[in-house]
């Protein structure tokens, strides 16, 4: 995995923006919030949230940990980036980007929910 995959399967997803954070972070949004980060420079690691119960079991795993800060909100880091295939890294990024999209459309303006 590089990380032009992952920038690739990010950018597929709808309404999704990136932007450098912190002077070293890509971060793709939807609708401004964050749902998966991978550093520019260094080593490549790639941050994302998921499930509660998929925190945990993921976070045994060697090469993945909580990820710094933002752990309290079940997302993790993936830092052996080998560890899933394709399919499998497409999976957990459009989790991630619909779990931070449904906390979004939760109370929030009426363009932000899906139509029916």
Known sequence: MDIETIRNIC???PNVTEAIKWGND??????????????VEGVFTV???VTEDEFGELCNLPGIRPAPYV??????LVEDTTIFNRQKW?????QS???VLAKL????????K???
């Open 90 to 94: 497409e999976q957990y990024i459009a």
């Open 47 to 49: 941050a994302l949230k």
């Open 26 to 39: 890509l971060c793709f949004m939807v609708h401004g919030k964050m749902f998966c980060v991978v550093p």
């Open 114 to 116: 899906p139509k029916p």
């Open 71 to 76: 752990a309290k909100y079940k997302w993790v």
């Open 11 to 13: 950018m597929a997803l």
């Open 97 to 99: 980007h619909g779990l």
């Open 105 to 112: 459309v939760a109370g929030k303006p009426a363009r932000l």
